[in-house]
């Protein structure tokens, strides 16, 4: 009697843990592993003039509605004296961390990496919007989309350019070229080139968090402590 | 100061707004009103029946009504209320989430309280039962499973604890993870919230005990509960002289956000008058000053209770809002 009942009751507790692993569909474990592609991006700072057509393009690509934005150009206060002025420019924009506090926290799965790609992404049917990712994010890119209240922020144009063989519309609207996307997987892509020739650094790299948007850091005059 | 307070309760790093601190504050309660209730019992003399003892009834009030409560606020602050479902379901897609395990143990943890105060209350249960809804006796086995819960008493309790006590280190586990915030990032955070879980259920246990089942001093298990509530509140303030020590031998940003918390502002003058000397020094004092004719006041004993409520819950806003207003 004892003997069937503690069958059962295992039996039953195993068939609920592969049911509710069943509907889960991509399990995060799963997606840890990344196989194929890991896409970065490296803002060059020297280049970016700050004019924001990365902004618009990128809002209109993805139907960002207005109010929230994946994507922010900071700039700096001026240095220098006019007309000698310029300005250092910020790219705040999802990092696409290979440890992604985001997707760590997230108790539902809806935020995830794709292990295709290594892109982090969200799902929103699946985003319940709990905002633990956004509080989450040391980089305070992602966001509640007003329209379908899920956590939102930059796929690198997962669903959108990327899908149709395109760069992300940021890269493709930059008339300065100062942005560049690529496979860090293929040595013989033009960022992992770029990288090995220009000097980058990563924000906020100290958390862990591995970050996959590399910036060329624009230091004239700088002396800070 | 109108515009110093718009700027206390509004700032860009603020993601979780305050519902959120009622939200810790009462998953706390919750969590030590059904520790201080086990204790009770187990140190209840044979003759008196746990099921008439005022802090049992209150604990057993307080343990189901404030987690219900929580979740329910938890469930209204999504902005996808009608989707909460979904947190049930995919509970397991994320194995490593502090709130997707959060999840797994409310579940727990109201399956395991529902069926102790099932048995503990058994008689007034099936009065109650009887009464206005008779169909449910009439369940074929429901006497069985009554019977079956009174034969694992003793474990249902000792799991009981267990679950009582993660539920009041979860409540520090949430914010902890979030490494985004230094003041958030601390291990001591979780338990911080268990020290100051355990005081505010004991402190409701009282209050409610007090004032809706003519608790008083002489009733059993209240000097047990008074005799709790010094240690449970000394480790408090030890562990936030931790928190602060450990934070000033920090990094850069743990250093920056610990002087921007307690060093001036609002958060710095609710954490020290409002936590530190309303919510420890005081009851701690009046604990030690006070004869103890006056101590076995009905006035004194509320006031010490109410005084420590309003310490935790000042504790759990400023914790969730001055931690918010240093980024990494």
């Not at chain 1, 009942?5 to 039953?12: D, H, Q, V």
């Not at chain 1, 700096?76 to 997707?103: I, L, M, N, T």
């Not at chain 2, 219900?68 to 209204?76: K, P, R, S, Y």
Request: overall charge positive.
């Amino acid at each position: 009697m004892d003997y069937s009942r503690r069958k059962f009751l295992a039996g039953l507790g195993a068939t609920t843990m592969f049911a509710t692993a069943g509907v889960a569909g991509t399990s995060v474990v799963q997606t840890l592993v990344i196989e194929g592609k890991r896409y970065a991006m490296i803002h060059d700072e020297t280049l970016c003039i700050g004019c924001d057509a990365c902004v618009d393009a990128c809002r209109e690509t993805n139907n960002v509605p207005a109010g929230v934005t994946r994507l922010e150009i900071i700039r700096s206060e001026p240095r220098g004296e006019f007309p000698d002025a310029d300005y250092k420019f910020f790219r705040k924009s999802c990092q696409h961390c290979e440890d992604a506090p985001c997707v760590d926290v997230c108790p539902t799965g809806a935020s995830f990496i794709d292990k295709k790609t290594g892109i982090v992404d969200v799902n929103a049917d699946r985003c319940i919007g709990c905002m633990y990712c956004i509080a989450a994010c040391p980089y305070k890119v992602r966001y509640i989309d007003p329209v379908t209240k899920a956590a939102d922020k930059c796929n690198f144009c997962r669903d959108t350019n990327l899908a149709k063989g395109q760069l992300p519309a940021c890269v493709q609207s930059c008339p300065q070229q100062a942005l560049v996307f690529g496979d860090l997987n293929d040595p013989d892509s033009e960022i992992v080139k770029t990288l090995q020739q220009k000097t980058v650094y990563r924000y906020k790299k100290s958390l862990g968090t591995k970050p996959k948007m590399f910036r060329v850091p624009d230091l004239k005059g700088e002396i800070e402590l | 100061m109108r515009e110093s307070l718009q700027h206390a309760f509004h700032f860009d790093s603020l993601v979780w707004h305050w519902p959120i601190a009622i939200y810790l504050f009462v998953l706390g309660i919750s969590s030590g009103a059904m520790c201080l209730a086990l204790l009770v019992k187990w140190k209840l003399p044979a003759s008196q029946q746990a099921a008439k003892n005022p802090l049992i009834i209150a604990a057993a009030i307080l343990v189901p009504s404030m987690i219900i409560f929580g979740l329910l606020i938890l469930i209204f602050d999504l902005t996808k209320p009608l989707h909460f479902w979904k947190v049930i379901v995919y509970q397991f897609a994320n194995p490593a989430s502090v709130m997707g395990r959060g999840v797994t143990l409310f579940i727990a943890y109201q399956v395991a309280t529902f069926a102790w105060i099932a048995w503990v209350f058994k008689e007034e249960l099936h009065r109650l039962l009887q009464r206005f809804m008779p169909w449910v006796l009439k369940i074929p086995g429901i006497f069985r499973l009554w019977d079956f819960i009174g034969k694992v008493e003793k474990q249902l309790e000792f799991v009981i604890v267990i679950l009582a006590l993660l539920l009041g280190v979860y409540t520090g586990f949430l914010l902890s993870a979030l490494t985004a915030y230094p003041l958030l990032n601390q291990p001591v955070l979780p338990l911080l919230f268990l020290a100051s879980g355990l005081s505010s259920g004991i402190a409701a246990t009282i209050l409610l005990a007090t004032t809706f089942f003519s608790a008083h001093a002489n009733t059993p298990g209240m000097a047990l509960s008074h005799r709790l509530e010094p240690p449970v509140i000394c480790s408090e303030l030890l562990l936030l002289v931790i928190l602060i020590i450990g934070m000033k031998f920090g990094g850069e940003m743990d250093k920056v956000a610990i002087a921007a918390a307690i060093s001036g502002g609002f958060w710095a003058n609710l954490f020290w008058i409002g936590v530190i000397a309303i919510g420890i020094i005081l009851p701690l004092l009046m604990n030690q000053i006070a004869p103890l004719r006056v101590k076995h006041r009905k006035a004194f004993i509320l006031s010490s209770a109410i005084l420590t409520l309003a310490g935790v819950m000042f504790l759990r806003m400023f914790i969730l809002y001055a931690g918010q207003m240093t980024p990494a």
